[in-house]
């Protein structure tokens, strides 16, 4: 399995550009979840997932967009890049709302510099 | 709101223990768990904790949970160079919403 998987790895935005990071995964998970990472900070949840079609906004949801139109896939979007986006972007999967038998599963993360 | 608190750093020696220190505030928490972040790369699930559980042991890492201080502790044995990362603790209350709420994370620095 390849887990969770998250692109692209890097990017660098001007101001006011939009993008779109893509994030799958291909363990049939039903929750997901989008955080971001700033320099020697833990992770802040931007949006989550309970499911296809159902998205809820997180601790830091200004200036992104989700969608979640099937289990696997769960883009999130920038429409006019800021620099105080600039950041490590982490998608999760977990399975349901068990706890720690069932883990949040973390794809690599993309990094992002808007400039 | 919730909020978790770590140290940020912590060096050791090869071959020594690390103890690696969490405090929480949300009376809530249900599971807390520690991962680990490599450099360049997401986080790895090290191990987990229920909230009714007072120590869990899974070989060279040993959780201990005191539920009335809200302090949780992640000990390494034997540290090697291998373990050097960033270590976050995360907790999760029981309610509908099962995002977890990080700490800022521990750099622990492994020396030869």
């Known amino acids: 399995n390849a887990g969770v998987t998250q692109t692209p790895k890097f990017r660098i935005l001007k101001i006011g550009q939009s993008m779109t990071l893509q994030c799958t995964q291909d363990?049939?998970?039903?929750?997901m979840y989008w955080y971001r990472q700033d320099p020697g900070m833990g992770l802040k949840l931007i949006y989550y997932?309970?499911?296809?079609?159902?998205?809820d906004k997180g601790e830091v949801p200004n200036g992104y967009n989700v969608s979640r139109s099937t289990t696997e896939d769960f883009p999130l979007r920038l429409e006019l890049a800021a620099p105080s986006q600039t950041s490590v972007y982490f998608c999760?999967?977990?399975?349901?709302?068990?706890?720690?038998?069932?883990?949040?599963?973390f794809g690599d993360g993309t990094r992002l510099s808007i400039l | 709101g919730e909020d978790v608190e770590q140290s940020l750093f912590l060096s050791v020696r090869e071959g020594d223990s690390s103890v690696i220190n969490c405090t929480y505030t949300?009376?809530?928490?249900?599971?807390l768990y520690w991962y680990k972040q490599e450099p360049g790369a997401g986080l790895q699930l090290l191990t987990y904790?229920?909230?009714?559980?007072d120590m869990k042991q899974d070989q060279r890492l040993t959780v201990l949970l005191n539920k009335k201080d809200k302090h949780l502790s992640l000990r390494i044995a034997d540290t090697q160079t291998g373990d050097s990362a960033i270590y976050f603790c995360?907790?999760?209350?029981?309610?509908?919403?099962?995002?977890?709420?990080f700490g800022s994370g521990t750099r622990l620095q492994v020396q030869p």
């Open positions: 999760a999967s977990s399975y349901s709302l068990g706890g720690g038998n069932q883990p949040q599963h």
């Open positions: 363990m049939n998970h039903n929750y």
């Open positions: 997932s309970v499911g296809a079609g159902i998205t």
């Open positions: 949300d009376s809530s928490s249900t599971y």
């Open positions: 904790i229920f909230s009714n559980m």
């Open positions: 995360a907790e999760t209350p029981d309610t509908g919403r099962r995002a977890l709420t």
